[in-house]
């Protein structure tokens, strides 16, 4: 009953946009986020947005370039990524947590997982 669905992922060049979306079912969700994991790296944290209020925050290194969005009609909720650098190649994993942190940086914040999809960003 819960999914979680990434989409949106491609190959783009450097300095080019992507949007992401996952669409996630199942729960009421208390807040949702965006990790990604390059090949021999931890799963890091991205961006988040608490779902209810919509107040967000985002990684340092993605800060002035990504934004995290939700659509509560579809149950979907985005990552707008604009000025890509090759550095951001990684798997991007949807995230949904139905529990209350003041900090949702740690992925042990969150219940559930999608499968992920695949950014690729060439120079």
């Known amino acids: 009953q819960v999914q979680l669905v990434e989409s949106g992922g491609g190959l783009v060049q450097a300095g080019g946009s992507l949007r992401l979306s996952c669409a996630a079912s199942g729960r009421t969700w208390e807040s949702m986020g965006w990790f990604r994991q390059a090949p021999g790296k931890e799963r890091e944290f991205v961006a988040a947005e608490r779902w209810r209020f919509g107040s967000t925050f985002s990684a340092d290194s993605v800060k002035d370039r990504f934004t995290i969005s939700r659509d509560h009609g579809t149950n979907t909720v985005y990552l707008q990524m604009n000025s890509l650098k090759p550095e951001d190649t990684a798997v991007y994993y949807c995230?949904?947590?139905?529990?209350?942190?003041?900090?949702?940086?740690?992925?042990?914040?969150?219940?559930?997982w999608g499968q992920g999809t695949q950014v690729t960003v060439v120079s």
């Open positions: 995230a949904g947590s139905t529990h209350y942190y003041s900090d949702l940086r740690d992925r042990a914040d969150y219940d559930y």
